[in-house]
């Protein structure tokens, strides 16, 4: 069996319908199916007062669970066993979607009332084949839901893997931030003591402090000079 959960608005209130086909369905067949479920719901569920109509099709979107959004139904290959479909009919006087979340899937109503004539059944011995499919029906029920919560889960881990992704993709944009944040105050750091005149030489004196470069040959000019001026001290003492 190829199970579908369907929902739309009946009278103000949303109605959550399993849906089961042979096959894979076709829109057209799909669509049959809705018509044909929703307007015997809505013949149990009309209220006093209301006109007798049937259900018709405005809009049809199915719930993706890759990009976890609504999205329109076009095309049979967007079906998957289980999936979620919600169904638009068309704004009138009588018919107002309403927004509220989704209850749980359920078996039709026709289906609900058939169970109930199966618990008056007397002898196990002699089971009417309805009682056995609605039997069916109940098991069908319970693998449908325990479907729809493995998809929920699987959802939902998908979309905890998204978050920490993101995350771990904050940290190291933190990280780098923090890194450049450093460098540049170090920059700042070092411009400033570099803008700093020593002491020693005051810049009001139309003087500049002397390089590493200016100071080293400074020195070694000294040191060159150096025997000169102990021959001229020695001269001077002998004279």
């Not at 369905?25 to 018509?35: F, G, N, Q, S, Y």
């Not at 979340?101 to 004539?117: C, Q």
């Not at 959802?155 to 460098?183: D, G, M, N, Y």
Request: glycine share 2%; with cysteine; hydrophobic share 35%.
């Amino acid at each position: 069996m190829y199970t579908l959960l369907v929902c739309a608005d009946i009278y103000g209130d949303k109605c959550n319908l399993e849906m089961s086909f042979p096959l894979k369905p076709t829109l057209d067949e799909l669509r049959a199916k809705i018509v044909a479920m929703f307007s015997a719901e809505m013949v149990l569920r009309r209220p006093e007062g209301y006109p007798e109509t049937g259900f018709s099709i405005a809009r049809v979107q199915i719930y993706d669970d890759s990009s976890l959004k609504w999205e329109n139904l076009e095309t049979s290959s967007q079906l998957h066993e289980y999936d979620q479909i919600y169904v638009f009919q068309p704004q009138t006087w009588w018919h107002i979607d309403v927004q509220k979340s989704l209850p749980p899937p359920r078996s039709s109503s026709i289906n609900r009332r058939l169970l109930a004539d199966c618990s008056m059944c007397a002898s196990p011995r002699s089971t009417p084949a309805h009682c056995q499919f609605d039997a069916n029906e109940r098991v069908m029920s319970a693998k449908v839901r325990l479907e729809e919560q493995r998809r929920r889960e699987r959802a939902l881990r998908e979309e905890l893997f998204r978050v920490r992704e993101e995350t771990e993709l904050l940290e190291r944009e933190v990280a780098r931030e923090l890194s450049r944040s450093r460098v540049t105050k170090w920059q700042e750091m070092c411009a400033t003591q570099a803008s700093i005149t020593p002491k020693s030489f005051p810049s009001g004196g139309g003087h500049s402090p002397p390089s590493v470069e200016g100071r080293y040959n400074t020195l070694k000019d000294r040191a060159l000079d150096q025997p000169t001026v102990i021959n001229e001290v020695c001269w001077a003492n002998k004279t």
